[in-house]
T-cell receptor, first 114, second 112 residues
Framework: DTTVKQNPRYKLARVGKPVNLICSQT?????MYWYQKKPNQAPKLLLF???????READTFEKFQSSRPNNSFCSLYIGSAGLEYSAMYLC?????????????FGPGTRLTVL | GDSVTQTEGQVALSEEDFLTIHCNYS??????LFWYVQYPGEGPQFLFRASRDKEKGSSRGFEATYDKGTTSFHLRKASVQESDSAVYYC???????????FGTGTTVSVSP
């Protein structure tokens, strides 16, 4: 099974409220990624886990949190949503770290902040 | 920094037409180059990869050749079908990189 699952598929949030997105995979992949995708823009890496080590991009360091309680699950947490967080959030996993490896993507969670 | 440019934002074709999507990259050394395809309601799926100059990647009738001289990895398919309607992403990964760098995507619409 090469499926990456994401929940929920659609999320409506109010400005200033927290948001928690969930991703799971059963391929025993070491690395899990979160990307943000806005219309007419390229998917943008937010952060990734290699095993239990979290790596966050410098420009999103304070905006997004994440946890990985076990190999299969990874969450993306926004403490206080702003209008600029409205986007598609894509989770991906890979059998190894590094950008040469194939990534397996989930269907995404569409977040709308009002 | 490294970057990927896809010139076509949208492409409209009829079945059996020839498809070309242009992808150019900017990076040092020999990055790996990828094509991903995203069908409606799904996440991007790996199509194929190439990591050496003149290497050809191919899958499902699609192909692209790594060209370091022109820094390109153009996607081609000789005869498209309606089922090829999707968004196609060119992406780059460098050896020391943290994750993929994507282009903005090309939406391909094929009419019967």
């Amino acid at each position: 099974d090469t499926t990456v699952k994401q929940n929920p598929r659609y999320k409506l949030a109010r400005v200033g409220k927290p948001v928690n997105l969930i991703c799971s995979q059963t391929m025993n992949h070491d690395t899990m990624y979160w990307y943000q995708k806005k219309p007419n823009q390229a998917p943008k890496l937010l952060l990734f886990y290699y095993d239990k080590i979290l790596n966050r991009e410098a420009d999103t360091f304070e905006k997004f949190q994440s946890s990985r309680p076990n190999n299969s699950f990874c969450s993306l947490y926004i403490g206080s949503a702003g209008l600029e967080y409205s986007a598609m959030y894509l989770c991906a996993s890979s059998p190894r770290q590094g950008s040469y490896a194939e990534q397996f993507f989930g269907p995404g969670t569409r977040l709308t902040v009002l | 920094g490294d970057s990927v440019t896809q010139t076509e934002g949208q492409v409209a074709l009829s079945e059996e037409d020839f498809l070309t999507i242009h992808c150019n990259y900017s990076a040092s050394g020999y990055p790996a180059l990828f094509w991903y395809v995203q069908y409606p309601g799904e996440g991007p799926q790996f199509l194929f990869r190439a990591s050496r100059d003149k290497e050809k990647g191919s899958s499902r009738g699609f192909e692209a050749t790594y060209d370091k001289g022109t820094t390109s990895f153009h996607l081609r398919k000789a005869s498209v079908q309606e089922s090829d309607s999707a968004v196609y992403y060119c992406a780059l990964g460098d050896q020391g990189g943290r994750a993929l760098i994507f282009g903005t995507g090309t939406t391909v619409s094929v009419s019967p």
